[in-house]
């Protein structure tokens, strides 16, 4: 399997992908090893995540370049992520062991009621490559803290930074049997289905998260998915500053060049305040700086996946042909990095697929409404549900609307942010289950309950 570079299409490395005979060793050897790394005091593996943590930071200069040479995220971006990952692996660190405590429910009478929490086992994690260590250590820390196994499919389009994770968590204490890797496409994904794990975790597009819960239904087993969206943004008549929430806009569009599960993919803007915002977005998008993503002026990289240029190409060809007119498009860069332009589009409504399906890629269509009613309804016209944003200056007015929204996340004066503190989650075709949050240390665990008469 050749590791490409989006940026020049140089290949960066060959891997030897796994098999099934290999995924079904490495299943083996993690269910032998887990009880052990269970019986470990729960001190000794978060002290294995701490020397993770640490870990990040001292080479992050190598995993940084790593990152940006396989999936072409900006520099800057592939730093930003890396130090978000710590972060997050800061709050678990810190959460995991009063959230994963024996509780006494009922302390006292004929029967003493107690409950404690025990890991699921050997769990499949596999990951998408848009952020692999965000979306990675949502899932592989808790797990590991809780006692799990883990076998970790990374993406192929990140699997050098999925080999660098092995490593140092190895390096960090970590046996090799209790975080394996297992390397391929989707056809190895499609492996790792067929062995009997006690949870699948699985990060990617809908399509994939279908497929994966079709595999499992049977096996009563956890199965979560955290899949796509198509996140709406609204901005009010009432917005106090114009200028920054375009600012916000394109920055929810744009980065990662919009290949983020809650990007803003489409945007409603109240009538009163249409021209002002457009003219403030436009003029900010066209001084974004897109080309080579290892230098520290670029804003804008290319995109990670070959076919995911003409997919773009297509939903804007379709939705000019229906009467969509370009407010704003970049300069458009030769191959042979896959390269997409910036691109705004107006005059849009939802018969075109770039209102409706997810875009990936940094571009946006902007469509006029007149009241909260018709932007509710346009909002919530899509079967994904992760997140919906609302921008302006009355706080009743936004929950009323934000209480509406059938998604798992909403925002008032914010966009495209994810915090360790709070569950992510996504309904409807966004999927199901939670990372993150208490919720999502409890994820990787299941209560026993203890009626206890003595
Ligand atoms: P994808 O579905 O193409 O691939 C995801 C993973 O599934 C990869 O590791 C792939 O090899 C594997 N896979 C593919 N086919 C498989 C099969 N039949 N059986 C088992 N595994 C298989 O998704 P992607 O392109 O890597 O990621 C982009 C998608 O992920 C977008 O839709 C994005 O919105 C979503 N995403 C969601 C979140 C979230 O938190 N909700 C976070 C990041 C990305």
């Known amino acids: 399997m050749q590791i490409i570079n989006p940026a020049t299409q140089e290949v960066l490395d060959t891997i030897v992908p796994d098999t099934q005979a290999s995924i079904h060793q490495k299943f083996e050897a993690a269910k032998a090893a887990q009880t052990a790394w269970y019986a470990r005091p729960f001190e000794e593996r978060l002290a294995c995540i701490q020397r993770f943590y640490e870990a990040l930071a001292l080479q992050e200069d190598t995993l940084a370049a790593t990152l940006t040479a396989e999936v072409g995220k900006p520099l800057t971006e592939a730093r930003n992520e890396i130090k978000g990952a710590r972060l997050r692996i800061a709050w678990f660190l810190q959460h995991s062991t009063a959230a994963l405590a024996p509780e006494t429910v009922t302390p006292n009478g004929p029967t003493q009621e107690h409950l404690t929490y025990e890991p699921l086992g ?134 990662n060049a919009g290949q983020s599960c809650c990007a803003v993919e489409r945007v409603y803007v109240q009538r009163p305040v249409y021209e002002a915002f457009m003219e403030a977005l436009v003029q900010q998008a066209a001084a974004i700086k897109q080309g080579n993503p290892l230098l520290p002026t670029t804003q804008l990289g290319p995109l990670c996946r070959p076919g995911q240029v003409a997919f773009l190409q297509q939903q804007v060809k379709q939705a000019l042909a229906m009467g969509a007119q370009i407010a704003y498009q970049g300069a458009t860069l030769p191959p042979p990095g896959y390269y997409f332009p910036l691109t705004i589009l107006t005059q849009v409504h939802h018969g075109m697929q770039v209102m409706t399906e997810e875009s990936f890629g940094p571009l946006i269509g902007i469509q006029v409404v007149d009241t909260d009613a018709e932007a509710v309804s346009l909002m919530q016209d899509t079967p994904y549900g992760l997140t919906a944003a609302v921008y302006g200056s009355n706080p009743q007015r936004a929950r009323q609307i934000l209480e509406a929204m059938h998604t798992g996340t909403v925002y008032f004066n914010c966009c495209d942010r994810v915090s360790p503190a709070l569950p992510w989650s996504g309904r409807g075709h966004s999927g199901m289950g939670s990372t993150l949050g208490l919720a999502g240390i409890k994820a990787f665990v299941q209560p026993k309950a203890w009626h206890w008469r003595v």
């Open 122 to 255: 050997v769990i499949a994690n596999i990951s998408a490559w848009n952020y692999p260590y965000l979306v990675g250590v949502n899932v592989f820390i808790p797990a590991l803290i809780a006692g799990n196994a883990v076998l970790y499919k990374p993406s192929e389009y990140a699997t050098l930074t999925g080999l660098h994770i092995a490593r140092l968590l190895h390096e960090a204490g970590v046996p090799p049997a209790i975080f394996a890797l297992v390397a391929g496409n989707g056809q190895a994904g499609q492996a790792l289905l067929q062995v009997p794990c006690n949870g699948y975790f699985f990060t990617g597009s809908y399509a994939t998260g279908q497929r994966i819960a079709q595999a499992v239904a049977g096996r009563m087993v956890p199965c979560q998915l955290e899949l796509g969206g198509k996140d709406p943004l609204y901005v009010m008549d009432d917005v106090a500053d114009i200028t920054a929430t375009a600012a916000a806009v394109l920055e929810g569009f744009m980065y």
